[in-house]
C-alpha cells in the first residue's frame, strides 16, 4: 500500500522551470530519505537529487547542481523538484523514489 505519485511535469521552453510534486502515502513519510530519478528515451534511469528524512542534507547530479532543488514538505508527505534553467537534454520522464517504491513518473519535456 506505499504509493508515490508525482504531477507538474509538462512541456516547457529552454531556461523555463517547472517544479515537480511527488505524494507519499502508506509508510511514515518523515522517517525515509527521498530521491528524484530521470529516464530518457534509450537511456539509463539516473539519479537526479536525495534529500534525507528530515531535509537537512541533498545531493544532486553533477549535470543538475545549481539548477535544481529538492525540498520536502513532511507536513505533506510530499518532496518536490524545483527545476530552473531547463535544458533540452533534461527531457525525461521523472520519478521519485522512497521506502523500496517506485513512482509512475510524470513527463518532462524541454523545447522550443
Known amino acids: 500500500q506505499v504509493q508515490l505519485v508525482e504531477s507538474g511535469g509538462g512541456l516547457v521552453q529552454p531556461g523555463g522551470s517547472l517544479r515537480l510534486s511527488c505524494a507519499a502515502s502508506g509508510f511514515t513519510f518523515s522517517q525515509y530519505a527521498m530521491s528524484w530519478y530521470r529516464q530518457a528515451p534509450g537511456k539509463e534511469r539516473e539519479l537526479v537529487a536525495i534529500i534525507t528524512s528530515d531535509g537537512g542534507i541533498t545531493n544532486y547530479a553533477v549535470s543538475v547542481k545549481g539548477r535544481f532543488t529538492i525540498s520536502r514538505d513532511n507536513a505533506k508527505n510530499t518532496v518536490y523538484l524545483q527545476m530552473n534553467s531547463l535544458k533540452p537534454e533534461d527531457t525525461a520522464v521523472y520519478y521519485c523514489?522512497?521506502?523500496?517504491?517506485w513512482g509512475q513518473g510524470t513527463q518532462v519535456t524541454v523545447s522550443s
Open positions: 523514489y522512497g521506502a523500496h517504491t
